[in-house]
């Protein structure tokens, strides 16, 4: 038979090893960075008592993944302060992020009419973010927010009730792993270098601060207890 007549063998197959798309390794790294930002919530919740928090919907227009918890401040049977951390992350590295990842704070307390007429209490509330940044956090950059104080008064049937003085934050920044706040370009592939906890940590202190309440010590850790199931989290995406 000539070698044209011959039928035409099958080629084999080359072997392909399984690799993670873009997607799926975004949604672990995310997933890790998830982990982390629970992990400091739940440490948190065991040294504050005045704290309890809530998994709350994140916001999906921001970013491609996204986590958010709300915090409650409750002192003598009374609601004193509220806040909300939300976790963004886009593999992408957005300008103005420098990295990955973004954290996102609203913070909202009662304060006396002494604090609410300092004129300084703007700056001084600005720096019980920063200052807890700097002491809790392994770097941070591109931080960015305002401080507002509110006033609420009655008229009408409502004239004779006193006024409420309430102060308000929003903040967001960068958790990075090198300098604080520096602009060390993207950074944030690995959320572990990272320490996404730290980060919680420094939001409940600036909470706690708003909030009147005495700062915990540098390296406060809570005991051990009896071991229980794990809860499950809410992890929101768009």
């Known amino acids: ?28 790294v995310f997933g890790s960075a998830v982990a982390a930002f ?27 993944f996204a986590a958010a918890t709300a915090a409650t401040v409750r002192r003598d049977d009374a609601d004193i302060a509220w806040g909300r951390l939300v976790l963004l992350y886009d593999p992408a590295a957005p300008e103005g992020w420098h990295g990955c990842f973004r954290l996102i704070s609203h913070l909202r307390a009662e304060i006396d009419p002494e604090i609410a007429a300092d004129p300084m209490l703007g700056q001084v509330g600005w720096t019980w973010l920063i200052e ?12 960015s927010g305002t401080v507002t104080r509110v006033t609420t008064e009655g008229f009408g ?7 409420i003085h309430g102060y308000e934050q929003r903040a967001s920044w960068s958790p990075t792993a090198g300098e604080k706040n520096k602009s060390p370009g993207p950074d944030g592939g690995d959320p572990a270098g990272l320490d996404i906890a730290s980060h919680v940590t420094a939001w409940c202190d600036s909470l706690a601060a708003a909030a009147g309440l005495p700062p915990l010590a540098l390296g406060a850790h809570a005991l051990p207890g009896p071991a229980r199931a794990a809860e499950p989290r809410q992890r929101g995406r768009r």
């Open 1 to 28: 038979m000539r070698s044209a007549d011959r039928p035409a063998r099958k080629q084999p197959v080359p072997h392909k090893t399984p690799q993670c798309s873009g997607e799926e390794a975004a949604e672990a």
């Open 38 to 64: 629970q992990a400091g919530l739940e440490g948190q919740g065991a040294l504050r008592a005045e704290f309890t928090f809530e998994d709350v919907p994140a916001p999906k227009r921001l970013a491609p």
């Open 132 to 143: 807890a940044l700097d002491a809790r956090t392994p770097g941070y950059g591109a931080p």
């Open 157 to 163: 049937g409502k004239e004779e009730e006193p006024p």
